[in-house]
């Protein structure tokens, strides 16, 4: 099955600094990536829709110059929080989506997340 | 705007018993996912259901989608411990953006 990574896992920050999330598909190219936010016992929330070559499509009440996503290549989305603090601490996870593939099968492929932790 | 139901919110059940767990949505879709997410994990595919009718089945697991009724199910025959984990469906939105709605989960706890 196709295979999305995210790097890093697990990163513990300071309030006020900034902090990058790499999102790559492996196997395939992802014309479009999406963003989740989880946090505690809650669901998954769609932060932001990430498309190759284009401006970042972000979802009601997200702060687009707090969470800024680049998708400059076919295989990597990256977010970034700028100045992060403590309410930024949760559970991210990207997804990609696989053009190539449709019919029977997922149209997204989820990333193995990334735990952010401010301090 | 699209929503996503699920119930029961938290499911404690004992070992070898059947339970089913419900996803309901507000708009048309024709495409269901069911997904299980163990503690400090991402999402694990579970069930892919494209049409009116399908029902897909995995070991202990069966999941259903009536469009008619937005509704899908997640059966459980005979659980087990393992099957413990937090259940989420997520439903297409239907606008051509390729989002996926997600519902609130189901948190599963199988007691031996």
């Avoid at chain 2, 029961?8 to 048309?28: A, D, H, R, V, W």
């Avoid at chain 2, 239907?94 to 997600?102: A, M, P, Q, V």
């Amino acid at each position: 099955g196709a295979v999305v990574s995210q790097h890093p896992s697990r990163v513990i920050c300071k309030s006020g600094t900034s902090v990058k999330i790499e999102c790559r598909s492996l196997d395939f190219q992802a014309t479009t990536m999406f963003w989740y936010r989880q946090f505690p016992k809650q669901s998954l929330m769609l932060m932001a829709t990430s498309n190759e070559g284009s401006k970042a499509t972000y979802e009601q009440g997200v702060e687009k110059d707090k969470f800024l996503i680049n998708h400059a290549s076919l295989t990597l989305s990256t977010l970034t929080v700028t100045s992060a603090h403590p309410e930024d601490s949760s559970f991210y996870i990207c997804s990609a989506r696989d053009p190539q593939r449709g019919g029977g099968t997922d149209t997204q492929y989820f990333g193995p997340g990334t735990r952010l932790t401010v301090l | 705007e699209l929503k996503v139901e699920q119930n029961p919110l938290f499911l404690s059940m004992q070992e070898g018993k059947n339970y089913t767990i419900y996803c309901n949505y507000s708009t048309t879709s024709d495409r269901l996912y069911w997904y299980r997410q163990d503690p400090g994990k991402s999402l694990e595919s579970l069930f892919v259901l494209l049409s009116n009718g399908a029902v897909k089945q995995e070991g202990r697991l069966m999941a259903s989608l009536d469009t008619k009724a937005r509704l899908s199910t997640l059966h459980i025959t005979a659980a087990v411990h393992d099957l413990s984990a937090t259940y989420f469906c997520a439903v297409d939105d239907t606008s051509g953006t390729y989002k996926y709605i997600f519902g609130t989960g189901t948190r599963l706890k199988v007691l031996a």
